[in-house]
């Protein structure tokens, strides 16, 4: 296959923007997925109801870089909506992320705005935690006590990723987002939206270039000795590019369960999530992010799942350890100038869908440059 300039495994998000790069610097390029559909694990499809469904459970494009948002601007149109999102803690709908509303709800308080601070640090000085080695427990309660980390973390964190809260990274919990306002969005980034004609349609954009050529239903693994391009883009799995040559890296996978009901609406918000009760981490109803009418609705049941598709890493010090060995056979691979390694399976590295655009936009700029 020499009439292709560079080989691209993979067309999710990171593969399909790569992609559209280097065709437009003038390189014929191959893309070539395991998949029968294009667009990874974003991939949404209308059923028979008109209901748009993402096949691999709710995706919400958001970002503060503009050059990112432009980007996609490029390929589809956005509408303007705003995620909000409700927690089903005893027994009630709550707002979520952390809000002003949230804790006058909960707790039965009348908090001013300037309260909110000062009632989350009385909240953190009477909670244990450990500051020095601080584990996903530790970074929570740290910012807003334990029992708020109780009733909205824990035991989705322990539903998720199927272990003890103590033994994830701090960095899983990052920055929890608190407002000291009634702002119940989901997310606070500049820039957020919906693809008019979904994430599919854009995509199929993205690769709609003379030259690209997407080969699907194909294992990159089985054709790899038969291409000679100038460079390899992997999207993939980190450890099975390597035949698993430092061990196995643990990924997290979400079973979906699509249910449709004959009435309007189901939940009184887009996504519900379910920290404490049932097996399910959240239900996701379509319609309420797409605007789409219909006399029927669709949800999603989302389950966390040790097998199936490789969704999320692990972020304990096991992997982490993994994740370095392998990445030393990287960096001598891509100083070669022949690969790149990118995406949130390759890089072993989680991201939102913005910021894997954004890692491949500067990946392949560099590579462009050298």
């Given at each position: 296959m020499d009439l292709y300039d560079i080989v691209i495994a993979g067309c999710g998000l990171s593969g399909a923007t790569s992609a559209r790069l280097l065709a437009e610097q003038g390189y014929k390029v191959l893309v070539v997925e395991q998949k029968k559909h294009i667009g990874g694990q974003i991939y949404d499809y209308r059923n028979e109801h008109g209901i748009t469904l993402h096949r691999y459970g709710p995706h919400i494009f958001h970002t503060k870089i503009k050059q990112v948002w432009d980007f996609v601007n490029r390929f589809s149109e956005f509408s303007n909506f705003q995620h909000h999102v409700l927690s089903f803690v005893e027994g009630n709908f709550i707002p979520f992320p952390i809000n002003r509303q949230t804790l006058n709800l909960l707790f039965g308080e009348n908090l001013k705005t300037k309260d909110v601070s000062v009632f989350l640090q009385q909240e953190v000085q009477k909670s244990e935690y450990n500051p020095s080695l601080p584990s996903f427990r530790d970074a929570v309660v740290s910012q807003v006590g334990?029992?708020?980390?109780?009733?909205?973390?824990?035991?989705?964190?322990?539903?998720?990723?199927?272990?003890n809260p103590d033994t994830l990274s701090s960095e899983l919990a990052g920055r929890i987002p608190v407002r000291d306002n009634n702002d119940c969005r989901y997310f606070s980034d500049k820039y957020q939206g919906m693809p008019v004609n979904g994430y599919t349609a854009m995509v199929n954009n993205m690769l709609a270039h003379?030259?690209?050529?997407?080969?699907?239903?194909?294992?990159?693994?089985?054709?790899?000795?038969?291409?000679?391009?100038?460079l390899c883009v992997y999207t993939g799995?980190?450890?099975?590019?390597?035949?698993?040559?430092?061990?196995k890296l643990t990924y997290r996978s979400v079973k979906v369960e699509f249910k449709t009901y004959e009435q309007e609406l189901f939940q009184p918000a887009p996504v519900v999530n379910y920290p404490n009760d049932y097996?399910?981490?959240?239900?996701?109803?379509?319609?309420?992010?797409?605007?789409?009418?219909?006399?029927?609705?669709?949800?999603?049941?989302?389950?966390?799942?040790?097998?199936?598709?490789?969704?999320?890493?692990?972020?304990?010090?096991?992997?982490q350890h993994l994740r370095e060995l392998y990445m030393k056979e990287v960096k001598q691979l891509e100083m070669t100038g022949k690969y790149l390694f990118i995406g949130r399976l390759a890089e072993y590295k989680y991201y939102n869908m913005d910021l894997a655009i954004e890692s491949a936009m500067k990946r392949i700029g560099l590579w462009l440059k050298h």
């Open positions: 334990a029992r708020l980390y109780t009733l909205f973390f824990e035991k989705y964190t322990e539903k998720q990723w199927n272990c003379e030259n690209i050529h997407v080969l699907l239903g194909c294992n990159y693994e089985s054709i790899k000795n038969q291409l000679s391009a100038k799995e980190l450890d099975r590019f390597f035949d698993y040559r430092f061990g097996d399910y981490t959240r239900i996701t109803e379509f319609k309420q992010m797409t605007g789409e009418k219909s006399n029927k609705t669709t949800v999603c049941y989302e389950y966390p799942s040790d097998d199936g598709l490789p969704f999320y890493t692990m972020p304990n010090q096991e992997n």
